[in-house]
């Protein structure tokens, strides 16, 4: 698994995005439309929506601290040193964030107060945040590569896929055979029959 994984951050910040996105999600839908459900709904809702953010603000803890250690180890160019810590800032805004709202939601729950529209605003803030910095974040891997092991070469120009009955692989010819090959095709037939005249087609079934 290292081999593969050189380091744990892709691991723990999938959870961090789920949590904290179910949870956002939840508590706007209920703040919205909480005059069309049930008191039991409502509260079902505020249940796991609180506990969404909860488990979501422990485990970003460990997501940070995963995210520092591939800041300093992964393999790094200057540009791709730049878009790292352009994803590393966000991440920073949206751990401090989220994990705010969520000691905050602690206090709200014990003292019994419903969701009001500020703290929507504050999830939705924290939120938008999130995604950015997850945008980020994929801009640093599948635009710049960091943490890939390797990267397939382009064949360039001529790369050909040849898919025979039973074969297991790819055959990539170059350019120059394909080339070959579309010359030693012989095509004078054709001319013969488009000189033929002929417009009658059957379709035999």
């Keep these: 698994m ?21 949870s956002t999600g939840l508590l706007v839908f209920l703040f919205l439309f909480k005059k069309h ?3 039991s709904l409502q509260q079902q809702l505020k249940t796991v929506a609180f506990w969404n953010l909860w488990f979501g ?9 995963a995210g520092f250690y ?29 994990v705010s709202v969520a000691i ?11 969701v009001s529209g500020l703290f929507v605003t504050a999830l939705l803030v924290a939120q938008l945040v999130l995604l950015s910095a997850a945008w980020h974040g994929g801009e640093v891997v599948y635009r710049y590569g960091l943490g890939v092991m390797s990267l397939p070469q382009s064949e360039g120009e001529g790369h050909a896929h040849f898919h025979g009955e039973g074969s297991a692989g790819h055959g990539h010819g ?12 012989d ?13 009658v087609h059957d379709h035999g079934h």
């Design 174 to 185: 170059d350019g120059d055979d394909q080339a070959t090959k579309h010359e030693e095709m």
């Design 57 to 65: 603000a422990v485990i970003t803890l460990v997501t940070v601290a």
């Design 104 to 114: 905050w939601s602690v206090f709200r729950v014990q003292a019994g107060k419903i």
């Design 187 to 199: 095509f004078g037939g054709m001319d013969e029959m488009m000189e033929g005249g002929s417009d």
């Design 37 to 39: 459900l049930s008191s």
């Design 2 to 22: 290292p081999e593969i994984i050189p380091n744990l951050h892709p691991v723990f910040v999938h959870f961090t995005v789920a949590l904290f996105s179910l």
């Design 70 to 98: 591939a800041y300093n180890t992964v393999a790094h160019d200057g540009p791709s040193h730049a878009a790292m810590t352009e994803h590393r800032n966000w991440a920073l805004a949206a751990a401090t964030l989220f």
